[in-house]
């Protein structure tokens, strides 16, 4: 493949990112109530744990209002901020009420419209309103737009989405029946590895899976994406055959990966041995096939995918084939990985020459390279004085970016160095980010986001060689 169709293959790969966190972005910041109405259901409902009638009447409410509400006002705010948020929330409105489903698909769709019209707006009055009449305009702008949009919502955008997503129910049932859901792990985990966890889970199985719980009270496709099981069976199989910085950085991966519920820790690790997706799609496979002959299901979506949030969205009843399906999708995927790894080279089993190997491979190379000159800093980088603030950016935001913050500010702490570490979803990076640290697959995303900032790209937000590198030469900077 020639460096041209490597790089329209990238840039592809990142537009399909980019809308896929734009989808998660809306339901990634609302995962919290999410999770508080699976709680209250998996509680209060009359087959819940302890069922009470009075509290159980908070359920219909906040799924049919509250979560659609949230989605919208973000969906709105992501394009537009606070005026965004709000004329988004407004449109929200009319598709819950045109509707007699959860409108988190109709949400998905208005809220960032509602957006969008009231920026365009904006624009297009920018500098040409009266002084004084401000906050009548602003107020009132928001107020007919929003109000448009809401019947827009209710007799046109609700009423299609429904259909739309009576079909996908109804897809999704065929698969059920007849038996091919296992099927959709040969789609799902490939695409995890490629950052598109969230966007699947958050964008498309949540919305789905929130609607299938209010008819059945579970859903087996909060299960697809987030099972720890392949990518534990990974993690242990580098722990056992491993070599290198792979096999010592594997158990406090798996760790993080089924306890702390950060899917992501795994992914270089796929990355630097491709052929292990087809453990991965086996494990997904043999453990959605064992949910569906258990009949499993959870309550909400387990975000983080820990294993604790995963008995903790189960129902009373579903524990065994819940554990069933964890535990044999993590062995086969062993038993796959174990193969693999037996049999493969030892010079490709280390993770900082696997990483280096598969950037060429993918025609991508680091924007930032390693190693640095005496005479100061290379085209694209700060000296530590111009450095204020240095931002961890991942697809949601709170996962693989929150860790590598954690270390690098340990390591900053450590250094004596005068700078902010903090971490960020990739589609809102801060204005003031002066350097930007992403895994290598997200790093174009982040310099389309913020090209003007020092931009540098990691293979595993937990163990890279890169932190000391940049803890070093700016210490330096300041000696």
Known sequence: MSAEENQKSGSIRAKIQRFGSYLSGMIMPNIGAFIAWGIITALFIPDGWTPNEDLASLVDPMINYLLPLLIGYTGGKMIHDTRGGVVGAIATMGV???????????????????????????DAVDGKIRQG?????????????????????????????????????????????????????????????????????HGILTPLGTNEVSETGQS??????????????????????????????????ALIHFVGGIHEIYFPYILMKPQLLLAVIGGGMSGVFTFVLFDAGLR?????????????????????????GIIIATAVSFAIASAILRFSKAEEDDLGSAATKME??????????SGLKEEGAKPGQLFAHDINKVVFACDAGMGSSAMGASVLKDKVKKAGLDMEVTNSAINQIPED?????????????AEAKRPDAEHVSVDNFLGSDKYDELVDRWKADQE
Not at 96 to 115: C, K, N, Q, S
Not at 433 to 445: P, S, Y
């Open 433 to 445: 980010a002066d350097v930007i640290i992403t895994h290598k697959d997200l790093t174009e995303r």
């Open 300 to 324: 909400a979506v387990p975000s983080p995918g820990s294993i604790i949030a995963y008995f903790a969205m189960t129902p009373p009843g579903n524990y065994v084939g819940v554990a069933l």
């Open 360 to 369: 060429e491979m993918k025609g991508k190379e680091s924007s930032v390279t």
């Open 96 to 122: 819950i009420v045109g509707a007699d489903i959860p409108m988190f698909l109709g949400a998905m769709v208005i809220g960032p419209l509602g957006g969008y019209l009231i920026k365009k707006f904006d």
């Open 133 to 201: 009449f401000e906050m009548l305009v602003n107020n009132f702008s928001a107020g007919i737009i929003g109000g448009a949009m809401t019947i827009i919502g209710y007799y046109a955008i609700g009423p299609f989405v429904a259909g739309f997503n009576n079909i996908l129910a109804a897809g999704v049932e065929a698969i059920v029946n007849a038996g091919l859901l296992p099927l959709a792990s040969i789609f799902i985990e490939p695409a995890k590895v490629l950052f598109l966890n969230n966007a699947i889970n």
């Open 220 to 253: 087996i496709l909060f299960m697809l994406e987030t099972n720890p099981g392949p990518g534990l069976g990974v993690l242990l199989a580098y722990w056992v055959f491993g070599r290198g910085m792979s096999k010592s950085s594997a158990p406090g991966a």
